[in-house]
């Protein structure tokens, strides 16, 4: 007798929209996902999240469109494990960190497609995920990406600035003078390879991050700043430092921001 | 008497799919792009376009869901004009340059809103039009990226490589020895700052640049190559270099790929 292996689930990466705590109504789902996405989100009753309660909130969404497969108190919706402290990107190193994530993965070896998803954007792109992600391919568990907003790339077709060459760098440090000599190094950087550099900061330190960009970023540097990309209200200004300063903007304490410079 | 400004239309960057120049069906709209994206596109009467055959192409599929406004006939589509031999990103430092683009941005000032859309994905990115983004904000005109499939965060997403940090950085050299160098030169980079990078190539050459990946790269690094994302048949594969040179895979000579690499 020959025992068949039962064939694999997929790993789904779900985009989310970009209004995770933000005040105001948020945008009409169709708005921002396709209408396949919603679908397929519908369907699935094995979720992986970064944090279940914004899951849920996300899943009444998409039953408005497109009614759930199973009723919402029905599916399964595990949170990632959280990384420690000082531990930016987790890896299938830790081996304790692998076996929580082998059990995270446990429906799509019994056959079940499972959907990834954060709290806002794409999963594992500035979000937690990517050892999850990781671990799939590790067990041939197919990974398929569903295309959503991505507030990164928004912020760069927007920006004007250079997008044959840019790079995200994720958050700065909060110590001043530590910020200071970041953004020193990443103008430098940007300088010497003409490459767009791409930053984020908790929103309430916003307005705090571009004051520290117009006082010791190069007058000839161009800055691009997003905010609330897809919300209404939300922009994009992209202008040299020095026009910045002469004509300074204050940004939302509660709105995400993407924040670009390209050294002039 | 005063004279009263008219309102300035905007400059929407409409993402478009990413079946372009692929065999096969392509997919339906809605799979891949926001119905409210449809839906603006189905209004636009001024078009810019990296090619207006395919833009043409790409309204009947807006059509097919949401009727448009005027028809097809009755749009202005005008192309970007081509960047010059050996000038990889076009700027307004170049005068006569900068006069095409203003004239492109013309229904803007006029208060109509413009369109800008490439071949594949999210305009501005690894594509024409960031410096008519760039001469829209220098003329104050709004600048609103829509939401929709982009090949590069869907690679980036699915590879489980590191999403805190990664940047694109375009092309190789095609000249085999220089593009030794630059790929040495990228892993040295992923190394040092712990950082994902990404790159495209002309689908004819994706199995030559991965020839050369597993041939001159450190078995421990890993790699990720996403061919064909949201179309049937597409797949991101990530594993060690070591571990693809065991179990080396084909890929299309027409279908569009990215590759990631993450040093180990």
Redesign the interface.
């Known amino acids: 007798m020959i025992a068949t292996m039962p064939a694999l689930g997929a790993l789904y990466?779900v985009p989310n929209t970009l209004d995770f705590a933000t005040p105001g109504e948020p945008?009409?789902l169709?708005?921002?996902?396709?209408?396949?996405?919603i679908r397929h989100a519908a369907r699935l009753r094995h979720w992986v999240a970064e944090n279940a309660k914004t899951t849920r909130a996300f899943l009444k969404r998409v039953d408005a469109v497109v009614a759930l497969g199973q009723p919402l108190q029905a599916l399964s919706i595990i949170e990632l494990p959280r990384p420690r402290k000082g531990v930016?990107?987790p890896t299938s190193k830790n081996a304790d960190g692998l076996d929580v994530l082998h059990a995270l993965l446990a429906p799509a070896l019994a056959g079940h497609d499972i959907g990834l998803i954060s709290e806002a954007g794409?999963?594992?792109?500035?979000?937690p995920?990517?050892?999850?992600?990781?671990?799939?391919?590790a067990l041939v568990i197919?990974?398929?990406?569903l295309?959503?907003?991505?507030s990164?790339?928004?912020?760069?077709?927007?920006?004007?600035?250079?997008?044959?060459?840019?790079?995200?760098?994720?958050y700065l440090p909060v110590e001043a003078q530590q910020r200071i000599a970041r953004l020193r190094e990443l103008e430098a950087l940007s300088r010497r390879l003409?490459?767009t550099q791409l930053m984020i900061e908790t929103p309430y330190r916003n307005a705090a991050l571009l004051d520290a960009m117009l006082a010791h970023l190069n007058p000839a540097t161009r800055l691009s700043v997003s905010s609330g990309?897809?919300l209404a209200g939300g922009?994009?200004?992209?202008?040299s430092v020095a026009a910045w300063r002469a004509n300074p903007r204050t940004l939302a304490a509660d709105v995400p921001a993407v924040f670009a410079l390209l050294a002039g």
């Open positions: 990466l945008p009409d169709r708005d921002v996902l396709p209408l396949g996405v930016a990107h794409l999963p594992a792109i500035a979000d995920g990517a050892a999850l992600v990781q671990a799939a391919h197919e990974v398929i990406a295309p959503g907003p991505s990164l790339l928004l912020a760069l077709a927007a920006s004007g600035l250079n997008g044959q060459s840019f790079a995200f760098v994720g003409g490459q990309l897809t922009f994009t200004h992209t202008a």
